[in-house]
Antibody, heavy 129, light 107 residues
Framework: QVQLVQSGAEVKKPGASVKVSCKAS????????MHWVRQAPGQGLEWMGI????????SYAQKFQGRVTMTRDTSTSTVYMELSSLRSEDTAVYYC??????????????????????WGQGTTVTVSS | DIQMTQSPSSLSASVGDRVTITCRAS??????LNWYQQKPGKAPKLLIY???SLQSGVPSRFSGSGSGTDFTLTISSLQPEDFATYYC?????????FGQGTKLEIK
């Protein structure tokens, strides 16, 4: 079955970096982009960026530019998200989510839309001195 | 960035009720709007894509409508398992954005 399995919880000190992994299985890894989304305690969902596992190209949210790096290892079907210069506000659950292309008919023509159809279980990152 | 605003932020309802949640985009996003359900301690689940298309396996009591800037998610007859937080998300731009969420609680 299609599955995304993330690495375990992390505790980091302010100023440090964290690298979270997301291992995909059950589908062709290079055929689907992967999003990273985070959720601070009691808060909503915040998009961080996206990576194309095929070529490795990335697009990051402006808020995280310069602090986040997303990479992939096609030999192990794993994507990584590294966040540097951690501060207490980065305490959150970090999710990877597969971008699925979903097609629907509009006025008789197929149109592609994109949704996050499979999610990892989440990785809790705690930043505390 | 495209801002997504949901209303209400929280909602109390009873089993069997019909409920509607609204999502407004800061600019037109055509039908590039998804809805997710999230239960405590769990990852979100895709319910609706393209504003009104039901994701595979999602019960038909969930429906979505709208285009442009105004969208709604409707649950026709609330079931106990529907009490959760719901998020809208635009996929019009590469930098996707979520609404702030609507928490649906039992009355």
């Amino acid at each position: 079955q299609v599955q995304l399995v993330q690495s375990g919880a992390e505790v980091k000190k302010p100023g440090a970096s964290v690298k979270v992994s997301c291992k995909a299985s059950g589908y062709t890894f290079t055929s689907y982009y992967m999003h990273w989304v985070r959720q601070a305690p009691g808060q909503g969902l915040e998009w961080m960026g996206i990576i194309n596992p095929s070529g490795g190209s990335t697009s990051y949210a402006q808020k995280f530019q310069g602090r986040v790096t997303m990479t992939r290892d096609t030999s192990t079907s794993t994507v990584y998200m590294e966040l540097s210069s951690l501060r207490s506000e980065d305490t959150a659950v970090y999710y990877c989510a597969r971008r699925q292309r979903l097609e629907t008919m509009v006025r008789g023509f197929p149109v592609s839309y994109y949704g996050m159809d499979v999610w990892g279980q989440g990785t809790t990152v705690t930043v505390s001195s | 960035d495209i801002q997504m605003t949901q209303s209400p932020s929280s909602l109390s309802a009873s089993v069997g009720d019909r409920v509607t949640i609204t999502c407004r985009a800061s600019q037109s996003i055509s039908s590039y709007l998804n809805w997710y359900q999230q239960k405590p301690g769990k990852a979100p689940k895709l319910l609706i894509y393209a504003a009104s298309s039901l994701q595979s396996g999602v019960p038909s009591r969930f429906s979505g409508s709208g285009s442009g800037t105004d969208f709604t998610l409707t649950i026709s007859s609330l079931q106990p398992e529907d009490f959760a937080t719901y998020y809208c998300q635009q996929s019009y731009s590469t930098g996707v954005t979520f609404g702030q969420g609507t928490k649906l609680e039992i009355k």
